[in-house]
């Protein structure tokens, strides 16, 4: 590996560098609240598409197989991540040239938006295939908006926040993003609880549709009164142009020159968004599938191992902000490999060993969620950190995350559980490796150029 050229990135000290984070505690909650829940809404949106596909996949698939119809389901959440990639590079644009709140809004909307267009959706039974058509096209602005929504959410949290707690913010960012699971899944336990399979299949998944949609709007009226950055407003006038053609095709050029940060993103997110996925979001469906463990326990064991993931998440960030980024996901790469078979193993028709399974991956997962936001803003530099960040981290989970529910459930329907299992152990010890030749960023300037000079985010050791 070649060394690293100079870079400008001392370490600042605590309430330096033009991040300006709000000056009280009340200006930081109403901040973090405004950014957060409606990052949770997003996620939960997201994830009750694949809680629920259980139940509504009969009414938009034309199947007696009800395994089928749920890969169908399946199929169209991988299409919403497809999408994820175009929102990041269209919104990332957006928010280097007009702003991260600016886009923030405009993301919210969609999701709001989308939300209750899937609650009122009719069946395959009222309007026969367009009804499919209709889930695809509505997923496919979902996947736009997500992907718009983590390019401006992340870079906002990572610019307002000090570089001595970079991570701790940004952590916030993560676990509003698990509480958007948490409430999505809490939900379906609860519905579950008191509304019987057969409702559920034929109205009850609706309703946390309507729900998101109705609180998406309430965090849309939260978002309206953030401040933009100074990381942003501190740029020079013609970074901010938003003349037309001109700043479009600089705006390119800029993203192109720092492509070997996107591909160093890529390759951290690829693993941890599959990890990510199977567990924290679709586990609970995949043992109900596949290990007939009863629906409304299974909802329970998520929802419990998803709050210990939120405990664990500002703990392992402390740990990213005082000993750097790069061990924090060594760590998680190394964790992975020696447990993915063990983690495997547990699940079975017992609720409580799913619930210990989910909670132990999840542990291990926060020790490389907990950096990412902090850290990929690191990688960028001010006038392409959102476009960079959201067009890595998207197009990582489209590649990846996205298509591991589909993946995992593919492979156990055909008897071949354990190919998935090494898939998981492949890509966890390719992010040690793409954590251990790339540099440490921990308490540099965001207001500065790229701490990794494009093409050359490399850490020689």
């Known amino acids: 590996m070649t060394s690293s050229p100079p870079r400008n990135d001392t370490p600042q000290s605590p309430g330096t560098g033009g991040s300006a984070a709000p000056g009280t505690v009340r200006a930081k909650a109403r901040m973090i609240l405004a950014v957060n829940m409606g990052n949770a809404l997003e996620w939960f949106d997201w994830t009750i598409f694949a809680i629920f596909a259980i139940y509504f996949s009969n009414q938009f698939f034309h199947s007696a197989d009800p395994v089928s119809n749920l890969l169908s389901t399946m199929a169209v959440f991988a299409v919403g991540f497809v999408m994820r990639p175009i929102g990041g590079l269209l919104f990332g644009l957006v928010a280097d040239r007009r702003g991260r709140k600016f886009v923030m809004v405009l993301t919210m909307t969609l999701v709001a938006i989308s939300s209750v267009l899937i609650a009122v959706a009719p069946t395959y039974e009222q309007i026969g295939a367009l009804a499919s058509l209709w889930l695809l096209l509505v997923r496919c602005v979902q996947g736009v908006a997500h992907g718009g929504e983590q390019g401006g959410s992340y870079t906002y949290i990572?610019?307002?926040?000090?570089?001595?707690n970079r991570a701790l913010w940004g952590s916030t960012v993560i676990m509003s993003t698990v509480a958007g699971t948490v409430l999505a899944?809490?939900?379906?336990?609860?519905?579950?609880?008191?509304?019987?399979?057969?409702?559920?299949?034929?109205?009850?998944?609706?309703?946390?549709f309507l729900i998101g949609g109705v609180l998406g709007f309430f965090a849309l009226y939260l978002r309206r009164g953030l401040s933009e950055s100074a990381a942003f407003t501190e740029q020079t006038p013609e970074t901010t142009d938003p003349a037309p053609l001109a700043s479009a095709w600089t705006a390119i050029q800029d993203i192109w020159a720092q492509r070997g940060s996107i591909l160093r993103v890529v390759m951290l997110v690829g693993g941890t968004s599959v990890f990510s996925?199977?567990?924290?979001?679709?586990?609970?469906?995949?043992?109900?599938?596949?290990?007939?463990?009863?629906?409304?326990?299974?909802?329970?064991?998520?929802?419990?191992?998803?709050?210990?993931?939120?405990?664990?998440?500002?703990?392992?960030?402390?740990?990213?902000?005082?000993?750097?980024?790069?061990?924090?996901?060594?760590?998680?790469?190394?964790?992975?490999?020696?447990?993915?078979?063990?983690?495997?193993?547990?699940?079975?028709?017992s609720a409580a060993t799913l619930t210990l399974a989910i909670a132990l991956a999840l542990i291990v997962q926060a020790l490389a969620a907990s950096t990412q936001v902090a850290w990929f803003a690191e990688l960028f530099s001010t006038k392409s950190r959102a476009a960079g960040t959201g067009i890595a981290v998207s197009l990582a989970a489209a590649i990846f995350g996205g298509t591991a529910p589909y993946l995992n459930s593919w492979l156990t329907s055909r008897g071949t559980p354990d190919i998935f299992t090494w898939y998981v152990i492949v890509l966890a010890l390719a992010v040690a490796i793409a954590a251990y030749f790339t540099q440490e960023t921990k308490g540099i300037a965001l207001v500065e150029e790229p701490a990794i000079t494009p093409g050359n985010a490399t850490h020689v050791p």
Not at 158 to 164: I, L, S
Not at 299 to 322: E, Y
Not at 326 to 341: E, S
Request: aromatic content about 12%; charged content about 15%.
């Open 158 to 164: 990572a610019e307002v926040a000090r570089p001595d």
């Open 277 to 349: 996925y199977t567990w924290s979001v679709s586990a609970p469906a995949y043992a109900i599938s596949f290990h007939d463990v009863n629906d409304k326990l299974a909802m329970w064991a998520g929802v419990v191992a998803n709050l210990v993931f939120i405990a664990a998440l500002p703990l392992a960030a402390l740990l990213a902000d005082r000993f750097g980024r790069r061990w924090n996901n060594i760590g998680w790469g190394l964790g992975v490999a020696i447990l993915a078979f063990p983690l495997s193993g547990m699940l079975d028709s």
């Open 185 to 208: 899944t809490l939900l379906g336990a609860v519905m579950r609880t008191w509304i019987d399979a057969s409702a559920m299949a034929d109205w009850g998944w609706r309703i946390p």
